[in-house]
């Protein structure tokens, strides 16, 4: 059975930073992209970030390019997403995800294979 563990989510103010965590199980990690995704109360899922299997490869909505950073660490089976300047629109409950697709361009939640169950991020203005 799959699952992808989030961590790290809280409340913070403007400009400060956050640092998500997903550790996987059940599956191979390395042999998957990851992503993350968030959705704002009202708002649609949107995607944040994506990550190629070894981690040399990422991708950032405009929204959050220059601010948050991606990684990963095979051999601990965890993704990262490193998020500084944060705004209040970052606010919105964030999301692990393992991707069926092999690319990260246009990434969607169409291209999702397994989701975690979400990590709450609140920016206090």
């Known amino acids: 059975q799959v699952q992808l563990a989030e961590s790290g989510g809280g409340l913070v103010q403007a400009g400060g930073s956050l640092r998500l965590s997903c550790t996987a199980s059940?599956?191979?990690?390395?042999?998957?992209?990851m992503a993350w995704f968030r959705q704002a109360p009202g708002k649609e899922r949107e995607g944040v970030s994506c990550?190629?299997?070894?981690?040399?490869?990422?991708y950032y909505s405009d929204s959050v390019k220059g601010r948050f950073t991606i990684s990963r660490d095979n051999a601990k089976r965890t993704l990262y997403l490193q998020m500084n300047s944060l705004k209040p629109e970052d606010t919105a409950m964030y999301y692990c995800?393992?991707?069926?697709?092999?690319?990260?361009?246009?990434?969607?939640?169409?291209?999702?294979?397994?989701w975690g169950q979400g990590t709450l991020v609140t920016i206090s203005s």
């Open positions: 995800a393992a991707m069926q697709q092999l690319t990260c361009a246009g990434f969607t939640s169409s291209g999702v294979r397994n």
């Open positions: 059940g599956l191979t990690f390395d042999d998957y992209y």
């Open positions: 990550i190629t299997w070894s981690g040399r490869g990422t």
